[in-house]
């Protein structure tokens, strides 16, 4: 079978900061202006505005990481635009899901099912670093950066736990996802360092 030809990666990241640019329009786009002219009139939408600036952190926390990862990266092939597909799959629901915990005052099947979008997420995001150190090889700079991704994996468990613990504690769940992503907030150095 002929060697599968490699592509550029100018396409797919392209393509992926539009998808995500539309993510966090949605999102925005969801927050219904309240009648009143008063601080009292936008009270009740306080929990939609928290699960927004919470998905919206998410977001960009998976925009960042991924601009940095695909900085370490010289090609393409079809396994990578699959895996990277299923990643914006995955960030493409984070509105529904946000909106859905949102309206519902984080209840517990809500927070549950927010969680699951960003376990799901997570592991996407994993799926397509391992994609790439394939094509690229243990040897490459892309390989070198990633190491272990320790983080990675402690974000994945954490998300398991909080969708566990949603269903007891939602509030406690809320708090281990903004634990997630405090961990992230600050752009993954292993790419940056290698510029």
């Given at each position: 079978?002929?060697?599968?030809?490699?592509?550029?990666?100018?396409?797919?990241?392209a393509?992926?900061?539009?998808?995500?640019?539309i993510?966090?329009?949605?999102?925005?786009?969801?927050?219904?202006v309240?009648h009143?002219?008063?601080?009292?009139?936008?009270?009740?939408?306080?929990?939609?505005?928290?699960?927004?600036?919470?998905?919206?952190?998410?977001?960009?926390?998976?925009?960042?990481?991924?601009?940095h990862?695909?900085h370490?990266v010289t090609?393409?092939?079809g396994?990578v635009?699959?895996?990277?597909m299923?990643?914006?799959f995955?960030?493409?629901?984070?509105?529904?899901?946000?909106?859905?915990?949102?309206?519902?005052?984080?209840?517990?099947?809500?927070?549950?099912?927010?969680?699951?979008?960003?376990?799901?997420c997570?592991?996407?995001?994993?799926?397509l670093?391992?994609?790439?150190?394939?094509?690229h090889g243990?040897?490459?700079e892309?390989a070198?950066?990633?190491g272990?991704?320790?983080?990675?994996?402690?974000?994945?468990?954490l998300?398991?736990i909080?969708v566990?613990v949603s269903?007891?504690?939602?509030?406690?769940?809320?708090a281990?996802?903004?634990?997630?992503?405090?961990?992230?907030f600050?752009?993954?150095r292993?790419?940056?360092d290698?510029?």
């Open positions: 079978m002929a060697e599968e030809k490699r592509m550029g990666k100018g396409r797919l990241e393509f992926s900061d539009g998808v995500i640019a993510i966090i329009t949605i999102m925005v786009l969801e927050i219904k309240q009143g002219e008063t601080l009292s009139a936008l009270l009740p939408l306080y929990p939609v505005f928290l699960s927004y600036v919470l998905s919206f952190v998410h977001v960009g926390i998976y925009w960042n990481n991924h601009h990862m695909f370490a090609h393409v092939k396994g635009l699959w895996a990277n299923h990643l914006l995955w960030l493409s629901l984070v509105p529904f899901t946000t909106g859905f915990m949102g309206e519902n005052h984080f209840a517990p099947f809500p927070v549950a099912l927010y969680g699951m979008n960003l376990l799901l997570g592991v996407a995001y994993f799926i670093a391992r994609q790439l150190l394939r094509h243990r040897e490459s892309l070198r950066a990633i272990r991704d320790r983080k990675g994996v402690v974000s994945v468990v998300y398991a909080a566990a269903f007891i504690e939602p509030i406690l769940s809320m281990i996802y903004t634990i997630v992503a405090a961990l992230w600050i752009p993954d292993r790419f940056e290698r510029d």
